[in-house]
């Protein structure tokens, strides 16, 4: 194995599946918390998962007993300092995050790394935080991170190379599937995600459909299992508030949709209802908007060689299960119909057409 004990902080629902999916790969973690009540809730959702997944056979009751025994606990940051990685899994703000890691580097061994499960946040930024830039990068498991295959392996502008590619390696040795990332806001997978749901909202906003039509439309268009709405309200909204925020440098299209960024960090869903649309003029009008906002941050993605065409197409699929993965699509499609679908995006907003355009065909 490429790290012998890891600790995780934060017991919440990200850092619990981290833990649960490591202890079912046989690896020992530390899952820390500031609360004991917070720390026995993560581990009792990891025991949770490891019963069910034996009283449907999914494994051994022994399989189960040994996975539960490789996590234990602790509300000390101290009962870190002999972990050989250890993942940030905190709230998503960069002064929280940066209040930890300063609390963290008192007690980290010189050649302990650590790693952020951020989702959108700039990985070299918070690197600047920790006293070995260096032995810094981003993990970005997704939800439900138990199950869920895909690890973003984010390398900072000053992450070292061995580093990284070790932890790449052990994605693969705790049966992940990662895809190694240049630093970028939203980094492969959330860069476009975010804002296709940012840009149902606006539709709704706008009045062009219903929740539940657009959701509908998604489906057919994109191939998704879930629509935005059903999405946002399993994710709750305020998640998408804050992670459409953080891609805000990124320009003009990237700016909240009104009502997220009304209702901002409050507790809320969606009320979707049902689909009672049956104008097929609305319908092409959400299909060309919700592939626009997922075709061009993809496309400016591929500018910046954040990730291959190939990873974010596998991101697609398997963390987000998009049907029709949009590289793939983008080529089935052709050059000449995404400048058309992209161009009210570059029209609207002020963009540049993303030169990757000229690749859509054998982009895959």
Do not use: W
């Not at 189960?64 to 905190?90: Q, R």
């Not at 997704?142 to 392996?153: D, G, K, Q, S, Y």
């Amino acid at each position: 194995m490429t790290f012998s004990k890891i600790g995780i902080i934060g017991a919440g629902t990200m850092g619990s599946g981290i833990a649960t999916s490591l202890g079912q790969q046989g690896v020992t973690t530390l899952l820390v918390d500031t609360t004991d009540e917070a720390v026995q809730r993560g581990l009792g959702a990891a025991k949770k998962f490891y019963d069910r997944a034996a009283e449907k056979g999914k494994m051994t009751a022994e399989a189960a007993a040994d996975a539960y025994g490789k996590l234990s606990g602790s509300t000390d940051i101290a009962a870190l300092a002999d972990c050989d990685l250890i993942i940030e899994a905190i709230f998503e703000e960069f002064q929280v995050k940066a209040d930890l890691f300063a609390r963290l580097n008192p007690h980290l061994k010189p050649e302990t790394v650590v790693a952020t499960n951020t989702s959108a946040l700039r990985v070299s930024e918070l690197a600047e935080t920790v006293d070995d830039p260096s032995r810094f990068l981003g993990l970005h498991y997704f939800n439900p991170a138990a199950i869920n295959p895909i690890v973003e392996v984010v390398k900072g502008d000053k992450t070292d190379d061995a580093i990284f590619e070790r932890c790449v390696a052990f994605c693969r040795d705790t049966a992940k599937k990662p895809i190694p990332c240049k630093d970028a806001y939203g980094f492969a997978i959330n860069r476009f995600f975010v804002p296709y749901g940012n840009e149902a909202v606006r539709l709704m906003d706008e009045g062009v459909g219903t929740p539940a039509q657009i959701d509908r439309v998604a489906q057919d268009c994109l191939g998704v299992a879930a629509g935005p709405f059903v999405v946002m309200n399993l994710v709750k909204p305020k998640i998408m508030f804050h992670a459409q925020r953080n891609l805000g440098p990124h320009g003009a299209f990237y700016a909240i949709a009104d009502t997220l960024a009304a209702k901002g960090d409050s507790d809320y869903t969606f009320d979707i209802g049902e689909d009672a649309s049956s104008s097929t003029d609305s319908d092409a009008v959400i299909a060309d908007r919700l592939r626009a906002a997922t075709f061009f941050p993809v496309l400016q993605e591929l500018d910046e060689d954040v990730a291959t065409p190939a990873d974010i197409d596998m991101g697609a699929g398997l963390a987000l299960r998009f049907g029709k993965a949009p590289c793939e699509l983008m080529d089935s499609l052709g050059k000449d119909e995404v400048a058309r679908i992209v161009g009210q995006v570059t029209e609207t907003y002020g963009h540049a057409m993303p030169a990757s355009l000229a690749k859509v065909g054998s982009l895959r």
